[in-house]
């Protein structure tokens, strides 16, 4: 099968723990056969990354917010011109704050989207001390990728539970 997986917020220079996963998650669904485009923030030519994948590069500064509101902007338009040219079987995302156009760009070309939640945004947004309209913008966003989803995937039964309670998800969806 073909799968775009992406993640604005993964930035693989990095070698911190969610660039780990990101990775790992990769190399997992290519060891099981399927054909993968990865798309996720940096810049190819002069980041070398080791990785036996095929990886598509949005531009982004060092700064760790700017640069990944930089990359939700531009992957709204990397989407729609990567879908069309590669046709993928299914998009896959490792969910982000603020993801509002991959569902959007998955619903209205028709591709089965599948998101991951490896955490609950309500938590996230009081651990960093959002505030109030970015909590909600976050809240939104998440409704919508959970909402327009073919399949959500659960990091924890926890997170499955609320997801359940919160959106009225069906258990066949997750």
Known sequence: MRILYTSASSDIRNNQRFETHF???????????????????????????NYDLNI???????????????????????LPYLIWKW??????????????????????????YVTEIHGIIEQESQIQKDSRWFSRLSNL?????????????????????VLIRKYHLGEAKL
């Not at 598509?56 to 990397?78: D, H, M, N, V």
């Not at 603020?98 to 959007?104: A, K, S, V």
């Not at 998440?142 to 539970?161: D, F, N, P, Q």
């Open 87 to 112: 046709k993928p079987g299914v998009i896959y995302t490792r969910r982000d704050r603020f993801e509002i156009f991959p569902p959007i760009w998955a619903r209205l070309l028709k591709v089965p």
């Open 23 to 49: 990775i790992e998650v990769a190399k997992n669904l290519v060891e099981i056969g399927n054909d993968l485009l990865v798309l996720v923030t940096g810049y190819a030519p002069r980041d070398e990354t």
């Open 56 to 78: 598509k590069f949005i531009p982004s500064g060092r700064r760790r917010f700017l640069s990944y509101l930089w990359a939700e902007i531009l992957r709204t338009f990397y």
């Open 141 to 161: 966003a998440e409704r919508l990728s959970c909402t327009l989803a073919t399949r959500v995937v659960c990091v924890t039964y926890g997170i499955k539970r």
